[in-house]
């Protein structure tokens, strides 16, 4: 079937170092794809997305990629901060919405 | 901003209890929906609804029902609950509806209840 899924379970990285996230997607029929983070005990926040018809996108401090070819989604955070410390997950839609199980992003001080 | 409420941030109950989860959302959406999350197994749908009185089954319905009687409310019903179902349930919601085109739209989430079932 298809799925959504994360290259690694858990990050760490130094403090104003940057971050980069994977998510692999196998549904080629996807065509939005979101990446949410969720903080310990609260519920997943909306960080930014990207449709298939382009290949980046860039918000405040971050950037998503988008790969049709490999069926590739990655999230990069600039200068990571320790508040920046999280599960990072994505979602692709296509006729439904599917969801990543996440990276945990331990940011080290 | 968008803002969904859910009733309970913890909740413990016993086997067998009914239980109710409630989620409201403020921003008029079209769409809410109920996930479970579960360690190592991300979001799962259980039931999502893009109308009044209207209700579609996600990929883990069983053992729970939903009722939306007003657009901004959404309930979430385990009719006699089960360890089993012992999770974090997310409430969410979206603005557009027209049934599963309106799936595709970004979801905004509340903070979540952990429930558990002893």
């Known amino acids: 079937g298809e799925s959504v899924g994360l290259h690694l379970p858990t990050l760490s990285v130094q403090e104003g170092d940057n971050s980069i996230i994977n998510c692999a997607y196998s549904n080629s029929a996807s065509d939005y794809f979101i990446w949410y983070k969720q903080e310990s005990g609260k519920g997943p926040q909306f960080i930014i997305d990207i449709r298939s018809n382009m290949d980046k996108r860039q918000g405040q401090r971050v950037t998503v990629l988008l790969n049709k070819t490999v069926k590739h989604l990655s999230l990069q955070i600039a200068a990571t901060q320790p508040g920046d410390s999280a599960v990072y997950f994505c979602a692709e839609s296509g006729n439904d919405m599917r969801f990543g199980a996440g990276t945990r992003l331990t940011v080290k001080p | 901003d968008v803002k969904v409420t859910q009733s309970s941030r913890y909740l413990v109950k016993r086997t067998g209890e009914k239980v109710f989860l409630e989620c409201v959302q403020d921003m008029d959406h079209e769409n809410m929906f109920w996930y479970r999350q579960d360690p190592g197994l991300g979001l799962r749908l259980i039931y999502f609804?893009?109308?009044?009185?209207?209700?579609e089954k996600g990929d883990i319905p069983e053992g729970y029902s939903v009722s939306r009687e007003k657009k901004e409310r959404f309930s979430l019903i385990l009719e006699s609950a089960s360890t089993n179902q012992t999770s974090m349930y997310l409430c969410a919601s979206s603005l557009f509806g027209g049934g599963l085109a309106g799936v595709t739209d970004t979801q905004y989430f509340g903070p979540g209840t952990r429930l558990t079932v002893l």
């Open positions: 609804s893009y109308d009044v009185k209207m209700k």
